[in-house]
């Protein structure tokens, strides 16, 4: 191979992938998310633990069988994308990697590995220039965040974050949204994420002691200040999830060091990648969540000066969870290796 | 009756009620507020509008039939609870106030008017004193905030709340109910509380001009300074419809003069009247919308420090918005006068 790349140099690498997890929600949503941005793998392995294996998905028209995740599943890959939950990546992640197959990684894993790079590629894609074979994809509600808060750090200085998210239970896979559906058609649920109901209800993510942030809570604030690079960035955050599809919305006061306003606010995020501004409420225009599901983008509306404190700003920020939150910024971080 | 109430001091003073606006989401509550809390009018007068003539609602077992709300209503009446919108209450209060009936209004008509106390009874019963005939009842989402609030902010100075609404649509009465319905259920609603999906959806409320707070946003920032007698309160204020049910949940953070921790505040508000305090993460304990609905209370829960401010505390704040945020705040009201 090398002496063949030698001689033609611009022959494309190989480009093999597989998908570890691939019959769950997010994982289901990279193989679209592939297809749509038109990435062509040599070869795509569909791999999921040994009760889905023989699931076919299809991919650009053809059938693909689910084969069973092992220690040789990674052998003649070049990327693989992982959204099979923590302990899978705990275990397979470095395996790939050893085997010369960068693991992408959307579980919380690795996410504060300090030989992981996190990335959301329209924020940090300098950070993947030292990865070491895996790369963390960051929480689906960070991600929303620090895309739409990125271009506003560059212009203003942010100095705080004051955030509460209204989550889709999506972002607990499959089994979220099954509990949501039993509970509107007034079955019991086989799975739960929940003790409380969901349906009709505001509930937390896990919790831990009294006081102390829920594990979402704790991932926005540790995973915003590492991918913006600001380890000293204030932030108050409250998640909580709310029976809605779609996406998550966040309501977002920020703190900046320089005067900040919302008419530059709109012309900054309106030239920003992957932002959309929709924020005209006179024709009842603004993001939502259900609004939002399906996109690749991050929504941008009512956005305020907030006058209760020093350069305030209000915002609500939308965003497919499934998508940009995970699926379509792990393949995003793929575009940017190849 | 003045020589007859000379005579026999300790004689009872009639008590008429009628409750206008009876067949509504708050008023059906208001008459159920009555029996539960052992309030025997004399008399009760169950007033709509025409269309609603001969409805018939229980109380205490007796069957009343809904009348005709008319300028004449009010004769011989001692108190009118109103529920029945802006419009009604601008026409009907002062008539009724004319007649010697105390109205005591849910709407927002008469709210920010300097002639009209504004009362939350557990904050600024005092405010009753100085009535004209028109008492105004606040917003449901103003009310359970001032609730949690007030006590910690005789502790410890309320210097600056920045709240993000988590509203269930029966906030916008049986309208928005029979949205969410209609949508959940795949039929196309016959009255819309919002142009945007309330179903699976995060929608606003009327909005006015870009950058500029909802009116539920405004009302919440009015009511807020005006019943805690706090007219420079520093306030970020994004109110959010979601599709649950039983009551409204906020995040809010505070700031406040003195140092502030979550052990007082949970001991302070054990203490405070019509706040049950939620919080114990570890058996899942925190307050639910759906939990709340139904109950007369405040509830607070994940009471945290706020580390990303000086003297800053997080809190979720849930009550039920039919109950507490109209039809027993009324009632309250009501029972302070008597």
Chains 1, 2 share one sequence.
């Not at 069973?68 to 990327?79: A, M, P, Q, V, W």
């Not at 999830?241 to 919305?249: A, D, K, Q, Y």
């Not at 966040?250 to 606010?265: L, N, R």
């Not at 305030?312 to 939150?325: A, E, F, P, Q």
Request: net charge neutral; proline share 6%.
């Amino acid at each position: 191979m090398v002496h063949k790349r030698k001689l033609i140099p611009h022959l494309r690498r190989s480009m093999n992938i597989c998908i570890v997890g691939a019959t769950g929600l997010v994982g289901r949503t990279m193989v679209r998310v592939l297809e749509e941005r038109s990435i062509r793998p040599d070869r795509l392995v569909l791999l999921a633990s040994a009760r889905s294996v023989g699931e076919r998905i299809p991919f650009y028209g053809v059938e693909h069988s689910v084969e069973e995740l092992t220690e040789n599943s990674f052998k003649g890959l070049d990327y693989a994308l992982f959204s099979a939950g923590g302990a899978i990546s705990k275990q397979f992640a470095p395996i790939s990697a050893a085997s010369g197959c960068v693991a992408i990684d959307n579980s919380s894993m690795w996410r504060m590995d300090p030989d992981v790079p996190l990335v959301v590629p329209e924020v940090n894609t300098e950070d993947l220039s030292w990865h070491k074979g895996i790369i963390a994809n960051p929480n689906c509600s960070t991600i929303q965040m620090v895309v739409a808060l990125k271009p506003l750090h560059d212009a203003f200085g942010l100095k705080r974050i004051v955030v509460s998210t209204y989550q889709t239970p999506s972002g607990a896979g499959q089994k979220g949204v099954d509990q949501l559906e039993a509970e509107i058609e007034g079955r019991t649920p086989t799975s739960r994420i929940s003790s409380h109901s969901v349906a009709y209800n505001t509930v937390f993510h896990k919790l831990d002691a009294v006081g102390q942030p829920s594990e979402e809570e704790t991932k926005m604030m540790r995973e915003t200040r590492r991918i913006m690079h600001l380890p000293d960035l204030r932030m108050a955050v409250t998640c909580v999830r709310v029976p809605v599809l779609g996406g998550h919305g966040e309501s977002v006061a920020i703190e900046t060091v320089k005067p900040i306003d919302p008419h530059s606010v709109r012309d900054i995020l309106r030239n920003a990648p992957g932002v959309v501004v929709a924020d005209d409420p006179a024709s009842d225009v603004y993001p939502t969540t259900l609004s939002a599901g399906g996109s690749d983008d991050v929504y941008v509306g009512r956005i305020r000066q907030d006058t209760s404190v020093e350069n305030g700003l209000l915002m609500w920020i939308v965003s497919d969870n499934l998508r940009k939150g995970a699926a379509t910024n792990a393949v995003q971080i793929l575009e940017a290796l190849l």
